[in-house]
């Protein structure tokens, strides 16, 4: 192992002269002594022949790229007719080394990495990696109280956003495709939201370690008000189209069983948690950013299967959309920064003519008056601030459920290592017990009902 | 880094004294900037600094976990030797184990009813080149449902040998963990049914979150300014 070393030229080498390519389906050993195979795809007989008198053995890769696999997600399943007799996933096709890439930027820039993990519910994670390297800052007590509703705000938005998105892709991909349509039509009006408030729809880098990176605009409260009340009554269509429906109950009820034993061997948590009737939300349990001041309930099912994760996805839409109201009550005048210059990004930002940037009476402060501001400035983004040597791990409640973050310092300007406990990597170890002894379409239906964002998954 | 004089179990006894323990030293910096490569011009070049982790807690460690602590020892009875030591930071407790006792920790952490940590969140690596002998840490992140607490525990092994046992019959969550950690630091968890890479091709050579992985990156030029590739340009660290 550490007597190898690696050159560039090894890990980047094209594959060898296509003449070797039968070589390739020769075994290599694990550490374990297990063999492990690479199969290009038709060509499993030159590894396994059936054995004698064994019925025809019948594998189909699903994915990685399939409509109703959620993304780059590969599914080995092996069939005896209809029925799913084994499973396994194979992920890794998103990996993009997001962590690795997060040990080269500030700390700062850290929030710009960790968004773009499960981006269906992005701020979610800069959430959680604002809390965690505040954390390992010893500065959670100096976060503005403003700065702490609008997170709350933000990442409940980014809930229903989330719960959207997964019952329309849920819908489409067992064949409801209203629901898709619907659920995509009410996502619109939040990332409108999205985009008036941190300029993107997706990928904001909003929440960063210190507070948010712009106050919200002025006047956004009536719109948020107007979407509320907008979503309270879309929801209904949603709700009056799925729930009960019997086509939807006959494709979802005992579907993709896994009770509580199961989840917990497993580490499953978030909605199919929920499911089997254990009320565990990090947001009551553990509760952060002032969640113990919300009034909200947490919805359980006891059916353990993909119809219970629905209708708590369902629930959870209301519950967020009464968390948001709350947050417009308690919002009030004040910053949104941690007041520690040493920490807190220099300027404001606003939009100008051509586009969002540092607000231009700071431009001016420091390029006509302030050389020691424009040191500061220019030390703060360069170099970063400096996090004290330590670990920390900080989990929230996201849309899929524990969404933890473990940061390492080294006492530098850069996470030393940053690891996202991504509850979608981890939920998706359950396919195989939800799925095998089932049929090939409750697969479909299972992984709907798991929620995976493969940019969490492989990060 | 503790060397142990004392018997097991003498180390938790409360200590009234300075703190005896040895300081964890992760790095040490010189100059202003921490840069190296370019003259340091601040007149701050000779400063000269250590950076130190937290190091080991003295009791009471405060809230439940000395409670957690006492259970754990009595738990293990003979076995809280292999208990390096317990730290405390950001409000959060750190259980250093020796990797040969790591199983029957995590055992009695799950199992015992005052501590019942049943809900395993997954493996960390975290490698650190410098701290030889104890070049690889493993992290893991235990959470209780019953209490509602969460512990951390964390083993070491060498690079040389970089095997560490599996708890995957413990935690069966911790499969893909341990496959990720594998993937992506080298860390062999004896005991794992299919250690095979998760995220990388499985053909792939080295671990890619080791701190002495080459990036590959080159130089990009733009507009006539030329970028180095993430790992040269200027660090502060």
Known sequence: ?459 | MTTPTSEPGDELEPSFGIPIAPLEIAEHRTGQFGITGSPDVSGYGGLSSNVVLPPESLRPFGGWFDEVADSLVEALGTGSGGIEKFVVENGQLTIHVKRDNLHEIAQALRDDPLLRFEMSLGVNGVHWPQESGRELHAVYHLRSYTHNRMVRVESTCPDADPHIPSLTDIYPTNDWHERETYDMFGIIFDGHPYLTRIQMPDDWPGHPQRKDYPLGGIPVEYKGATTPPPDQRRSYN
């Not at chain 1, 992005?122 to 509703?149: C, F, T, W």
């Not at chain 1, 113990?292 to 209708?311: A, H, K, W």
């Open chain 1, 1 to 459: 192992m550490s007597d190898t070393t690696y050159t560039t030229a090894d890990a980047f080498d094209e594959p060898q002269d296509p003449a070797d390519e039968a070589v390739t389906n020769q075994p290599f050993e694990t550490t374990e002594g297990d063999k492990v195979y690479t199969v290009t795809g038709g060509d499993w007989d030159t590894i396994q022949a059936p054995d004698e008198g064994e019925k025809e053995r019948l594998i189909v890769n699903m994915g990685p790229q399939h409509p109703s696999t959620h993304g780059v997600l590969r599914m080995i399943v092996e069939l005896d007719g209809e029925a799913v007799t084994k499973m396994r996933c194979a992920i890794g096709y998103l990996h993009t080394g997001i962590e690795k890439n997060m040990e080269f930027r500030s700390w700062t820039q850290g929030a710009t990495f960790v968004t773009r993990m499960d981006y269906v519910a992005g701020l979610h994670n800069e959430l959680v990696y604002a809390l965690a390297v505040e954390k390992l800052m010893g500065i959670e007590d100096q976060i503005p109280e403003r700065a702490s509703v609008i997170r709350v705000m933000m990442s409940e938005l980014s809930r229903i956003a989330s719960h959207l998105v997964a019952i329309a892709t849920g819908g489409m991909e067992l064949g409801a495709l209203t629901g898709m349509t619907q659920g995509f039509r009410d996502r619109e009006p939040i990332l409108d939201l999205f985009e008036a408030i941190t300029g993107l729809r997706m990928n904001h880098a909003y929440i960063r370690p210190g507070g948010v990176s712009v106050d919200l605009p002025q006047g956004i409260e009536k719109t948020i008000k107007e979407t509320i009340d907008l979503c309270r009554l879309r929801f209904k269509d949603t709700a009056n189209l799925l729930i009960g429906n019997s086509i939807w109950l006959g494709r979802t009820q005992g579907v993709g069983y896994l009770d509580l034993t199961g989840c917990m061997a497993l580490g499953i948590t978030g909605p199919i948690l929920r499911a089997t009737g254990l009320p565990w939300d990090l947001r009551k349990e553990q509760p952060y950013c002032g969640f113990e001041n919300y009034e909200f309930s947490v919805p359980t099912e006891t059916t353990c299967d993909v119809y219970g994760r629905f209708l708590i996805r369902m629930a959870e839409l209301q519950e967020s959309l009464n968390i948001v109201e709350q947050c417009l009550d308690r919002l009030q005048p004040g910053p949104v920064m941690v007041e520690d210059k040493k920490i807190s990004w220099p300027s404001q930002l606003t939009v100008g003519g051509d586009g969002q940037g540092n607000s231009l009476e700071h431009i001016k402060e420091i390029m006509g008056t302030s050389m020691e501001a424009l040191i500061h400035h220019f030390k703060l983004v360069t170099e970063g601030f400096r996090v004290p040597a330590g670990q920390a791990y900080v989990a929230v409640e996201s849309a899929k459920g524990e969404l933890g973050m473990h940061v390492v310092s080294d006492g530098g300007t850069r996470p030393y290592r940053a690891h996202m406990r991504d509850p979608s990597f981890t939920n998706l170890q359950s396919v195989a017990a939800m799925t095998e002894g089932g049929m090939l379409s409750d697969v479909v239906a299972s992984i709907s009902s798991i929620d995976p964002v493969m940019g969490g998954v492989d990060r």
